[in-house]
Protein backbone atom coordinates (compact mmCIF):
# COMPACT_ATOMS: atom_id res chain seq x y z
CA UNK A 1 0.00 0.00 0.00
CA UNK A 2 1.52 3.58 -0.56
CA UNK A 3 0.78 6.55 1.28
CA UNK A 4 0.42 10.14 0.18
CA UNK A 5 1.18 12.52 2.99
CA UNK A 6 0.16 16.44 3.17
CA UNK A 7 2.60 18.91 2.46
CA UNK A 8 2.46 22.87 2.11
CA UNK A 9 5.14 23.93 -0.24
CA UNK A 10 7.41 26.78 1.48
CA UNK A 11 9.61 27.90 -1.03
CA UNK A 12 11.17 27.39 -4.70
CA UNK A 13 14.41 25.79 -4.75
CA UNK A 14 15.37 25.16 -7.84
CA UNK A 15 12.84 26.40 -11.36
CA UNK A 16 14.68 24.36 -13.49
CA UNK A 17 14.63 20.88 -11.98
CA UNK A 18 11.70 21.84 -10.48
CA UNK A 19 12.18 20.96 -7.17
CA UNK A 20 10.70 23.37 -4.22
CA UNK A 21 10.48 22.87 -0.42
CA UNK A 22 7.31 21.11 1.05
CA UNK A 23 6.99 21.42 5.38
CA UNK A 24 5.43 17.79 6.33
CA UNK A 25 4.27 17.52 9.59
CA UNK A 26 7.35 20.53 10.60
CA UNK A 27 9.92 18.72 8.63
CA UNK A 28 11.08 20.25 5.36
CA UNK A 29 12.12 18.11 2.29
CA UNK A 30 12.28 18.98 -1.21
CA UNK A 31 9.99 17.59 -3.28
CA UNK A 32 9.74 17.13 -6.85
CA UNK A 33 6.36 19.68 -8.04
CA UNK A 34 6.62 18.30 -12.00
CA UNK A 35 3.18 17.06 -11.82
CA UNK A 36 1.31 19.77 -10.22
CA UNK A 37 3.18 22.33 -12.52
CA UNK A 38 1.18 23.33 -16.18
CA UNK A 39 0.13 26.33 -18.12
CA UNK A 40 -2.30 27.05 -15.53
CA UNK A 41 0.03 26.91 -12.48
CA UNK A 42 3.25 28.35 -12.52
CA UNK A 43 6.10 27.03 -10.53
CA UNK A 44 5.73 30.71 -8.52
CA UNK A 45 2.28 29.98 -7.85
CA UNK A 46 3.00 26.28 -5.99
CA UNK A 47 4.33 27.89 -2.96
CA UNK A 48 1.59 27.84 -0.20
CA UNK A 49 -0.16 25.14 -1.72
CA UNK A 50 -1.02 22.57 0.16
CA UNK A 51 0.19 19.00 -1.89
CA UNK A 52 -0.04 15.15 -1.60
CA UNK A 53 3.61 13.90 -1.12
CA UNK A 54 4.41 10.71 -2.40
CA UNK A 55 8.19 9.38 -2.38
CA UNK A 56 9.36 12.52 -2.90
CA UNK A 57 6.75 13.87 -5.42
CA UNK A 58 4.41 16.27 -5.39
CA UNK A 59 1.19 14.29 -6.62
CA UNK A 60 -1.33 16.82 -6.53
CA UNK A 61 -2.75 20.06 -5.16
CA UNK A 62 -4.86 19.55 -1.93
CA UNK A 63 -7.15 21.92 -1.06
CA UNK A 64 -6.56 22.97 3.21
CA UNK A 65 -9.42 21.42 4.43
CA UNK A 66 -8.34 18.27 2.89
CA UNK A 67 -4.70 18.49 3.77
CA UNK A 68 -6.15 19.01 7.82
CA UNK A 69 -8.86 16.42 7.61
CA UNK A 70 -5.84 13.94 5.72
CA UNK A 71 -2.76 15.10 8.75
CA UNK A 72 -6.06 14.84 11.58
CA UNK A 73 -6.81 10.89 10.35
CA UNK A 74 -2.83 10.28 10.25
CA UNK A 75 -2.30 11.77 13.48
CA UNK A 76 -5.26 9.43 15.28
CA UNK A 77 -3.16 6.22 13.38
CA UNK A 78 -0.42 7.13 14.92
CA UNK A 79 -2.17 7.52 18.67
CA UNK A 80 -3.83 4.24 17.44
CA UNK A 81 -0.50 2.64 17.19
CA UNK A 82 0.93 3.40 20.03
CA UNK A 83 -1.86 2.64 22.26
CA UNK A 84 -1.66 -1.29 20.42
CA UNK A 85 2.03 -1.04 21.16
CA UNK A 86 1.58 -0.26 24.79
CA UNK A 87 -0.49 -3.27 25.32
CA UNK A 88 3.07 -5.84 24.98
CA UNK A 89 4.61 -3.87 26.80
CA UNK A 90 4.51 -4.99 31.14
CA UNK A 91 4.22 -2.18 33.44
CA UNK A 92 7.02 -3.15 35.96
CA UNK A 93 5.83 -3.78 39.72
Do not use: Y
Not at 2 to 22: F, H, M, N, R, Y
Not at 35 to 64: K, Q, Y
Request: proline share 4%; with cysteine.
Amino acid sequence: MCLGIPGQITEVLDKSLQLAIADIGGVKRPVNIACIVDEEHSIESCVGDWVLVHVGFAMNRLDPIEAAETLELLHQLTELDELEALKFHEIPA
